[in-house]
């Protein structure tokens, strides 16, 4: 049903939803999902702080906007099929008032639920393809995926190019999960 487009190379470079491309290339990947939930606070909230708050204990930040206060957290495993778990939002919310007791009301509708591609050792996938060498990896960069875009981009173009890569990828390459793979496919 969607668009067909050419190319002699293609990036996979989807996020928490890279693992079905991989699985369409043929490869393995243990690719899961952190979900964290975020809700917000009404305008005027955001003046209770001046900068984001961390509750270490309970995992989540505030973090003061324009016309109101997000508060996020509540990292659990889930991939990105299953429905949020609406106990988490009240959560939250009940958490930060605890820290916050003059937050104004939560915004309806403001609930929402983000994605983080995660790998089981923490490194992000940025390699080339074992089953097909035209198709590039770059993803799994849990909660800093806009920091590493920039150098995930100059690694990718440089193996593109045919160039060497300006840092060995070696730690980052899908094969280093093949192991895993025999034991998956033998379960």
């Known amino acids: 049903g969607g668009e067909?487009?050419?190319a002699d190379e293609v990036v996979v470079a989807a996020g928490a939803h890279s693992k079905a491309l991989v699985a369409s290339v043929g490869e393995f990947c243990p690719l899961d999902t952190e979900r964290g939930y975020h809700i917000e606070f009404e305008g005027g909230s955001e003046a209770l702080i001046t900068r984001?708050?961390?509750?270490?204990?309970n995992g989540w930040i505030a973090t003061p906007m324009a016309g109101g206060l997000r508060v996020a957290g509540k990292v659990e495993?889930?991939?990105?099929?299953a429905p949020p778990t609406p106990a988490r939002f009240d959560e939250l919310?009940?958490?930060a008032r605890a820290v916050l007791p003059k937050l104004g009301a939560r915004?309806?509708?403001?609930?929402?639920l983000g994605f983080r591609p995660t790998m089981p050792d923490a490194l992000p996938v940025i390699s080339r393809s074992a089953a097909?060498?035209?198709v590039y990896y770059a993803f799994g960069h849990h909660h800093v995926g806009w920091t590493l875009a920039g150098i995930t981009g100059q690694l990718v173009a440089e193996m593109v190019e045919g160039r060497a890569p300006t840092v060995d990828l070696a730690p980052y390459a899908l094969d280093r999960f093949r192991p895993l793979?025999?034991?998956a496919a033998s379960s």
Do not use: I, Q, T
């Not at 915004?107 to 929402?112: C, D, H, I, L, Y």
């Open 181 to 183: 793979a025999a034991c």
């Open 132 to 134: 097909m060498p035209s």
């Open 93 to 95: 919310e009940r958490e």
């Open 107 to 112: 915004r309806p509708g403001a609930e929402w």
């Open 52 to 57: 984001p708050v961390c509750d270490p204990a």
């Open 4 to 6: 067909s487009l050419a």
């Open 77 to 81: 495993l889930g991939g990105v099929a």
